[in-house]
T-cell receptor, first 113, second 109 residues
Framework: DAGVIQSPRHEVTEMGQEVTLRCKPI?????LFWYRQTMMRGLELLIY????????DSGMPEDRFSAKMPNASFSTLKIQPSEPRDSAVYFC???????????FGSGTRLTVV | SQQGEEDPQALSIQEGENATMNCSYK?????LQWYRQNSGRGLVHLIL?????REKHSGRLRVTLDTSKKSSSLLITASRAADTASYFC?????????FGAGTRLTVKP
């Protein structure tokens, strides 16, 4: 298995633009998580899905953020409109169970200028 | 938001020495996990210890858990330059898992 695959690896965009981050989880993993990592706040859970259904989105910072999982092999995290304070590394992770051994992707480094 | 607090924030040792990192947390847990993150990469799961376990080993890793003190330690024995990374503890309770701020370990060759 190629692991959790995220794209793009790097994204630089201008303030106000729409940004879409993509994730392909490990096949068979029923749970998918989106995290954001910054120096100031560390790793923050944004949202997680179970069997493609969003379970907890309480970590999504604002209405500008939205996430979807249209099928078991694909998820997106969208920011519209983007702001400089959204600059961070965004990680997708997947697992068989909600609290056991997450497999993380390599992340997307987002820079909003 | 974070729950685990790692200590120290940064640790620098010579190759061959042992490295010990600590994690303290505040609420009850089902299990506690340790992850490693190399620069520019995602986190890699290292080891999981359940709340009813006190010690666990995996290769050069040894993890202890003291639920009465709400603390855990990760010991890496005979460290190597390749162990240079950030190490995070993550506490799991029901369907909620929170990561600490991490310990930055540097192993000098």
């Amino acid at each position: 298995d190629a692991g959790v695959i995220q794209s793009p690896r790097h994204e630089v965009t201008e303030m106000g633009q729409e940004v879409t981050l993509r994730c392909k989880p490990i096949s068979g993993h029923d749970y998918l998580f989106w995290y954001r990592q910054t120096m100031m706040r560390g790793l923050e859970l944004l949202i997680y899905f179970n069997n493609n259904v969003p379970i907890d989105d309480s970590g999504m910072p604002e209405d500008r953020f939205s996430a979807k999982m249209p099928n078991a092999s694909f998820s997106t995290l969208k920011i519209q409109p983007s702001e400089p304070r959204d600059s961070a590394v965004y990680f997708c992770a997947s697992s068989f169970y909600p609290n056991y051994g997450y497999t993380f992707g390599s992340g997307t480094r987002l820079t909003v200028v | 938001s974070q729950q685990g607090e790692e200590d120290p924030q940064a640790l620098s040792i010579q190759e061959g020495e042992n490295a010990t990192m600590n994690c303290s947390y505040k609420t009850s847990i089902n299990n506690l996990q340790w992850y490693r993150q190399n620069s520019g990469r995602g986190l890699v799961h290292l080891i999981l210890i359940r709340s009813n376990e006190r010690e666990k080993h995996s290769g050069r890793l040894r993890v202890t858990l003291d639920t009465s003190k709400k603390s855990s330690s990760l010991l890496i024995t005979a460290s190597r330059a390749a162990d240079t990374a950030s190490y995070f503890c993550a506490t799991a309770n029901n369907n909620d898992m929170r990561f600490g701020a991490g310990t930055r370990l540097t192993v000098k060759p």
